[in-house]
C-alpha cells in the first residue's frame, strides 16, 4: 500500500485504473476527461458511459479504458467548488476520492492513478484540492491495499 506523486501524462500510465474527472452526465469535456476520451477512442468511450448517466457529485463508476494503457477508466464526479460552501466542497471531494478507491478494491484491482480532481475547471483551489487528495488517500490505505499515484499535469 503506497501512495506516490507523480508529474507526467495520466493517460500513458499502464495501471489498473485511472480516475476521470468526469462530469455528471459522464460526456467528454476539457482537460484530463478531454484527454482520456481521446485516448481510449471517443466513439467507444461515449457509447459505455451513455447508460451509466447521470451520475451524483462524489460518485464513481467504472468503464473499460479500451486504448489507454490503463486497463479502467473510474469516472468521478468532484465538487464545482464555487456551488459549495468550503466544508460541504471538502467532504465531497473527499468522499470522489473514497468512492473511487472503494470501486477499485470492490474490483479487485492492485494500482489507480488519480489526477487533481475538482482542481481545474472546477476551481478547487490546487493546495486545498492536494491536502485533501493525499489526507483521504492515506485513510483510505491504512485498511487496503492498494498502489495508488496522484498524478499532477506537468
Same mark, same amino acid.
Given at each position: 500500500?503506497?501512495?506516490?506523486?507523480?508529474?507526467?501524462?495520466?493517460?500513458?500510465?499502464?495501471?489498473?485504473?485511472?480516475?476521470?474527472?468526469?462530469?455528471?452526465?459522464?460526456?467528454?469535456?476539457?482537460? %484530463?476527461?478531454? &484527454?482520456?476520451?481521446?485516448?481510449?477512442?471517443?466513439?467507444?468511450?461515449? /457509447?459505455?458511459? +451513455?447508460? @451509466? !448517466?447521470?451520475?451524483?457529485?462524489?460518485?464513481?463508476?467504472?468503464?473499460?479504458?479500451?486504448?489507454?494503457?490503463?486497463?479502467? %477508466?473510474?469516472? &468521478?464526479?468532484?465538487?464545482?467548488?464555487?456551488?459549495?460552501?468550503?466544508? /460541504?466542497?471538502? +467532504?465531497? @471531494? !473527499?468522499?470522489?476520492?473514497?468512492?473511487?478507491?472503494?470501486?477499485?478494491?470492490?474490483?479487485?484491482?492492485?494500482?489507480?492513478?488519480?489526477?487533481?480532481?475538482?482542481?481545474?475547471?472546477?476551481?478547487?483551489?490546487?493546495?486545498?484540492?492536494?491536502?485533501?487528495?493525499?489526507?483521504?488517500?492515506?485513510?483510505?490505505?491504512?485498511?487496503?491495499?492498494?498502489?495508488?499515484?496522484?498524478?499532477?499535469?506537468?
Amino acid at each position: 500500500m503506497s501512495l506516490s506523486i507523480n508529474h507526467q501524462d495520466i493517460t500513458q500510465l499502464s495501471v489498473d485504473a485511472i480516475v476521470n474527472a468526469a462530469n455528471t452526465e459522464l460526456l467528454a469535456g476539457g482537460g %484530463v476527461c478531454g &484527454a482520456i476520451f481521446k485516448g481510449a477512442g471517443y466513439d467507444a468511450m461515449t /457509447e459505455v458511459c +451513455r447508460p @451509466l !448517466a447521470p451520475i451524483k457529485t462524489g460518485e464513481a463508476v467504472m468503464t473499460p479504458g479500451f486504448n489507454l494503457p490503463a486497463k479502467h %477508466v473510474i469516472h &468521478a464526479v468532484g465538487p464545482i467548488y464555487s456551488q459549495y460552501t468550503p466544508e /460541504e466542497a471538502k +467532504r465531497l @471531494l !473527499a468522499q470522489t476520492y473514497t468512492n473511487s478507491l472503494q470501486v477499485a478494491v470492490d474490483h479487485q484491482l492492485n494500482s489507480i492513478a488519480f489526477p487533481l480532481i475538482s482542481s481545474g475547471i472546477y476551481g478547487y483551489p490546487k493546495e486545498a484540492a492536494y491536502q485533501v487528495a493525499v489526507e483521504t488517500i492515506e485513510a483510505f490505505l491504512t485498511e487496503h491495499y492498494l498502489d495508488v499515484y496522484l498524478v499532477l499535469f506537468p
